[in-house]
């Protein structure tokens, strides 16, 4: 409700914003002001181990010191305002040491390379010394007791240094960007332990101060971070607890507990680990030899859990996000990951973008017919420049009648580019009644022409170069597109899923160590699994995948297994989509003259999008040659291919390749099928190739298309012939030597069909083996050219083992 008020409508403040204000008031006055430096100083100044000893002091003002020098005189005031209230002396004597260790640092901290590490070695030394010094001012001799006791002092001060130089500045920092390490987090305890013995002998309507600040602090950490952390606060604090005072050594027991459970019943948030911590002070109390009455000690409890209730959650959540293995934690690592990953998206469709760009550029041209009609205009001003210049004809022909000049020119230029430098005696006739030189200016256009027709091919040269890149620059810009969505595309939260299909297997009877989920997209299922050692007996392939079949509503197979070296070990196993087909190949090949090196190559290669290609290519000639440049071109292909580019855009890639890559006249055809293994869908691109046949049954169908060989031209175009194959099918690709093989052939396409047709195997390799050894005897035994055959036969993808049904799991819906 608004408040009314004579100058009109007033908005009530909300309490999360009034709040949000004193907060960041608080927090800009005690952290960036350094006046929370007094408060910790003050504490420290006031806490003593075995009410003596004062290691505190110098190693936190060193700390600052070191870190924030100009925070450094608010520390000193809060430590000598803690020592003041123990005694004026001890006051005295903390500023004394603060005094010496400045004396002794700062001249010589020039000659020390590394400060951090020379630090604690200063202040174990200095504080040995100077207690060493004031026990002998005071008493006049020093015996072994005094000794002993300086010199436990100097080590524990060379211990918290360094731990005051690790935990000062998480308390200093107001922003902190990395997670807590273990060292630090126990760091930080021991701090914050060391900053609470300052509270020791306080006591507020007869509770203990020390006992609800320490117990709180377990409260809070065991529900930040759970049993472990909450277990190892409560152990530090009541160490640190038990050596400034030993009446409070049984008090370490009741804080390590009182961590265990909490952090154990975490689940129950604030509820749950007080719940904890009351348990554990019952037990303690009524079991325990504390030497406190139970009823005193359940009211310090009680005073610990209305103070963590009174926590605000969004002060856990903030710490929580620095300690490793909390959720919050985990959630601000996905948060970093996932910007990091919109940032890597970005830059990747940027560049995409730049790609295309280019692609566009490359493939932007001035109109052609303007271009051409310049050229012409250009070109029959060279010839009137050299033939009618000096001509009296000159004004009634290009003033008077200046259309008819230039349209016979014309003419007899397009003329002689047809029909190499001759004309039709009809317009040789009517062109010498109207020029007086007919003959000089048909030489002159006979001689511009040989010019024109050579800056024609190169243009034309560029231009098919151009459109290439253009091209190749639009296949990468799309793949860099796809690319930028794939990193986008972010990981479900599958762990749902991950225990669902856990216990269903366990319930089955197997025992299931682990399960992560990377996709349960249809087609694209990706699991894997680690389960106990199976001594071989194919557990993976016969009962698990089977039961993910079941559960997912499509086949999964095995797709690797590594099983464990020894018994007790542990077995890895990825589980894939089975593709709805698969192809087996078959090939036989041989050299010419029965030699060792053919000018053929072939290939058979998996796409990572779920196609599989077949590929024969064919260098020009035989020997290491022709097989190094058939090989290279598969090679460069399958790359391509590959790396996602469009199947036309990997084939134009190659081809300029090998075109700009030697002068020489060196050759490859090319002959390539990619077959989609969901639908069987087929797609053939045939270079400078053979047909290639696929019999289905009884029929044999012929594939054929009309391409140059590659690296003839810098540019041509493509034809694609796609065809639809079906379960059963053979697909039966050659090379000319195996076409073109044999002899006495008048119709190679038909005597091959009738081979086909005739064998009596589907086997591929058989297929392959008896076409070979048919065109070998036509030619009486002798391989007087490289000749390769490639099988293909498209089956359905049938698994070995049925889906075994499983119950009590919810499927998964389509």
């Given at each position: 409700m608004d408040h009314v008020t004579g100058s009109g409508i007033r908005p009530k403040w909300g309490l999360a914003e009034a709040f949000g204000k004193l907060r960041s008031k608080a927090e800009k006055l005690i952290l960036k002001k350094g006046y929370f430096l007094v408060l910790v100083g003050f504490l420290l100044g006031r806490a003593l181990i075995l009410a003596k000893l004062a290691p505190f002091s110098l190693p936190f003002f060193a700390a600052v010191y070191f870190i924030k020098m100009e925070r450094a005189p608010l520390a000193l005031f809060g430590l000598v305002a803690g020592a003041v209230t123990i005694s004026v002396g001890h006051a005295a004597s903390t500023f004394a040491m603060v005094f010496l260790f400045l004396a002794v640092y700062r001249p010589t901290r020039k000659w020390v390379g590394n400060q951090a590490r020379a630090i604690p070695y200063y202040i174990g030394g200095l504080l040995f010394a100077g207690r060493i010094a004031e026990r002998f001012i005071q008493a006049e001799?020093?015996?072994?007791?005094?000794?002993?006791?300086?010199?436990?002092?100097?080590?524990?001060?060379?211990?918290?240094?360094?731990?005051?130089?690790?935990?000062?500045?998480?308390?200093?920092?107001?922003?902190?960007?990395?997670?807590?390490?273990?060292?630090?987090?126990?760091?930080?305890?021991?701090?914050?332990?060391?900053?609470?013995?300052?509270?020791?002998?306080?006591?507020?309507?007869?509770?203990?101060?020390?006992?609800?600040?320490?117990?709180?602090?377990?409260?809070?950490?065991?529900?930040?971070?759970?049993?472990?952390?909450?277990?190892?606060?409560?152990?530090?604090?009541?160490?640190?607890?038990?050596?400034?005072?030993?009446?409070?050594?049984?008090?370490?027991?009741?804080?390590?507990?009182?961590?265990?459970?909490?952090g154990l019943l975490k689940e129950g948030k604030k509820a749950g680990v007080s719940l904890g911590l009351l348990v554990a002070t019952l037990l303690i109390g009524m079991y325990g030899e504390t030497g406190i009455s139970?009823?005193?000690?359940?009211?310090?409890?009680?005073?610990?859990?209305?103070?963590?209730?009174?926590?605000?959650?969004?002060?856990?959540?903030?710490?929580?996000?620095?300690?490793?293995?909390?959720?919050?934690?985990?959630?601000?690592?996905?948060?970093?990951?996932?910007?990091?990953?919109?940032?890597?998206?970005?830059?990747?469709?940027?560049?995409?973008?730049?790609?295309?760009?280019?692609?566009?550029?490359?493939?932007?041209?001035?109109?052609?017919?303007?271009?051409?009609?310049?050229?012409?205009?250009?070109?029959?001003?060279?010839?009137?420049?050299?033939?009618?210049?000096?001509?009296?004809?000159?004004?009634?022909?290009?003033?008077?009648?200046?259309?008819?000049?230039?349209?016979?020119?014309?003419?007899?230029?397009?003329?002689?580019?047809?029909?190499?430098?001759?004309?039709?005696?009809?317009?040789?006739?009517?062109?010498?009644?109207?020029?007086?030189?007919?003959?000089?200016?048909?030489?002159?256009?006979?001689?511009?022409?040989?010019?024109?027709?050579?800056?024609?091919?190169?243009?034309?040269?560029?231009?098919?170069?151009?459109?290439?890149?253009?091209?190749?620059?639009?296949?990468?810009?799309?793949?860099?597109?796809?690319?930028?969505?794939?990193?986008?595309?972010?990981?479900?939260?599958?762990?749902?899923?991950?225990?669902?299909?856990?216990?269903?297997?366990?319930?089955?009877?197997?025992?299931?160590?682990?399960?992560?989920?990377?996709?349960?997209?249809?087609?694209?299922?990706?699991?894997?699994?680690?389960?106990?050692?199976?001594?071989?007996h194919g557990e993976c392939e016969k009962l698990i995948a089977p039961m993910l079949s079941d559960i997912l509503g499509e086949t999964i197979i095995v797709n690797s297994e590594e099983c464990g070296a020894f018994p007790h070990s542990t077995c890895q196993a990825t589980f894939r989509s089975a593709k709805t087909f698969i192809v087996e190949t078959g090939v036989a090949y041989a050299a010419k003259g029965g030699g060792l090196v053919s000018g053929d190559s072939f290939s058979t290669m998996e796409l990572g999008s779920g196609k599989y290609a077949v590929a024969i290519s064919d260098g020009m000639g035989n020997g290491e040659r022709a097989q190094v440049e058939s090989r290279e071109t598969l090679k460069l292909l399958q790359q391509i291919l590959q790396s996602g580019i469009e199947e036309k855009v990997a084939i134009k890639s190659v081809n300029s390749v090998l075109a700009l890559r030697t002068t020489d006249e060196i050759f490859s055809t090319l002959d390539l099928a990619v077959i989609d293994l969901q639908n069987a869908s087929a797609k053939f691109l045939k270079i400078g190739s053979t047909p290639s046949f696929i019999k289905r049954g009884r029929k044999v169908m012929k594939i054929q298309a009309n391409n140059l060989p590659m690296g003839i031209v810098q540019d041509f175009d493509v034809d694609v012939v796609s065809e639809q194959l079906k379960a059963g099918d053979l697909l039966i690709m050659m090379s000319d030597g195996v076409f073109e093989g044999p002899k006495h052939v008048g119709n190679y396409e038909m005597w091959m069909k009738r081979k086909i047709n005739e064998l009596e195997t589907e086997d591929p390799q058989e297929v392959a083996d008896l076409i070979m050894e048919e065109v070998i005897r036509s030619r009486s035994n002798k391989i007087e050219d490289d000749m390769t055959v490639a099988v293909a036969k498209i089956k359905h993808n049938t698994p070995k083992w049925a889906s075994i049904p499983v119950h009590g799991i919810k499927k998964k819906q389509a």
């Open positions: 001799t020093l015996s072994v007791y005094d000794l002993v006791m300086a010199g436990i002092e100097g080590i524990l001060a060379f211990v918290l240094s360094l731990i005051f130089m690790q935990s000062v500045p998480l308390v200093t920092a107001n922003k902190r960007k990395q997670p807590l390490k273990t060292e630090e987090i126990v760091s930080l305890i021991i701090l914050l332990a060391s900053i609470m013995t300052g509270t020791i002998g306080w006591i507020v309507y007869g509770l203990s101060i020390e006992h609800v600040m320490s117990r709180y602090l377990v409260l809070l950490f065991s529900l930040i971070a759970g049993a472990a952390v909450g277990s190892t606060v409560g152990v530090v604090t009541g160490l640190i607890f038990s050596l400034a005072n030993v009446s409070s050594f049984s008090h370490m027991s009741l804080l390590a507990f009182s961590g265990v459970l909490g139970l009823e005193s000690t359940m009211l310090e409890t009680s005073a610990a859990i209305l103070l963590f209730f009174l926590t605000p959650t969004s002060l856990t959540a903030r710490i929580a996000k620095y300690i490793p293995g909390t959720p919050e934690h985990t959630a601000e690592q996905q948060k970093y990951m996932r910007k990091m990953r919109d940032v890597t998206a970005k830059r990747v469709a940027q560049f995409s973008n730049v790609f295309e760009a280019l692609s566009k550029s490359f493939s932007h041209h001035e109109d052609d017919l303007g271009e051409e009609e310049k050229e012409l205009d250009f070109f029959l001003s060279n010839v009137a420049e050299k033939t009618c210049q000096t001509c009296f004809k000159k004004e009634h022909c290009w003033t008077r009648n200046f259309t008819t000049t230039y349209g016979y020119m014309e003419e007899i230029m397009l003329q002689m580019d047809q029909s190499k430098a001759t004309i039709p005696p009809k317009l040789a006739r009517e062109w010498e009644k109207l020029c007086s030189r007919p003959k000089k200016v048909t030489e002159a256009i006979h001689q511009e022409l040989a010019v024109y027709q050579a800056n024609q091919k190169l243009k034309k040269q560029v231009k098919e170069s151009r459109r290439l890149v253009a091209d190749q620059l639009l296949g990468v810009s799309e793949v860099m597109g796809d690319f930028a969505k794939e990193i986008q595309r972010e990981r479900e939260n599958l762990h749902k899923q991950e225990e669902q299909i856990m216990e269903a297997i366990q319930d089955f009877g197997l025992q299931i160590e682990h399960v992560e989920i990377y996709s349960l997209e249809p087609g694209n299922v990706d699991i894997d699994m680690a389960i106990p050692y199976c001594n071989g």
